[in-house]
């Protein structure tokens, strides 16, 4: 039988005798039939799917499962009501996955800001602790280096105050922060980048 120029009405009628062939493994055979169905097959899968690209997936994915286990087909039913049934519980099992894959995300998604949130009120207490023992210059200039970030020379300009004095501020107040939290029995900045590093 020649596989390079298949007629349709040929197909529709002889589709099971290449279905036959594609089983003995000939591989024109499986491409007449790929031919023949990915058109209807990929409707098919965009319809359940409802993604262009995940059908485009689909459409490969059930052509290769069924090149894998065509020769488990019988002609109790049409190859065309097979091909579709492969493809249907294809695109469930891929729908369920996606389903699967969204709650897991979200529930990550959830867990991560409730994390971040749990932190964040957890070091906004921490600070307020530790501020809260801070002269007003002090903690005027904590909050501007270590919160707003600015740099000393900006810092400078606000505080009406040299940098380099500002400087040697910051870093006496830094030192006093970290005795504060070691006498808490708390965990340092700097001992923290060394566990993590």
């Known amino acids: 039988m020649d596989y390079l120029v298949p007629k349709t009405e040929e197909l529709i009628q002889n589709i099971e005798a290449i279905v036959e062939d594609a089983k003995k493994g000939n591989k024109d055979a499986f491409v007449v039939i790929i031919r023949e169905f990915e058109r209807q097959i990929y409707t098919y899968c965009y319809y359940i799917l409802k993604n262009r690209e995940e ?5 490969q994915e059930v052509f290769i499962k069924v090149y894998r286990s065509i020769h488990k087909y019988e002609q109790q039913v049409s190859f065309k009501s097979w091909l579709y049934k492969v493809a249907y519980y294809h695109c469930l099992d891929m729908s369920r996955k ?11 998604q959830n867990e991560l800001q409730l994390m971040e949130e749990h932190r964040q009120s957890a070091n906004v207490a921490e600070v307020e602790e530790l501020l809260m ?19 000393f020379e900006e810092i400078g300009q606000i505080m009406d105050c040299k940098p380099a004095t500002l400087r040697k501020k910051y870093e006496r107040v830094r030192r006093k922060l970290i005795q504060q939290k070691k006498i808490k029995g708390g965990v340092t900045h700097e001992q923290q980048m060394l566990r993590t590093q």
Do not use: C
């Open 55 to 59: 059908a485009e997936d689909a459409l």
């Open 98 to 108: 996606t389903i699967r894959l969204k709650r897991k995300t979200l529930s990550l």
């Open 133 to 151: 023992n801070l002269k007003r210059e002090e903690k005027n200039l904590v909050l501007l280096r270590a919160v707003e970030q600015y740099s």
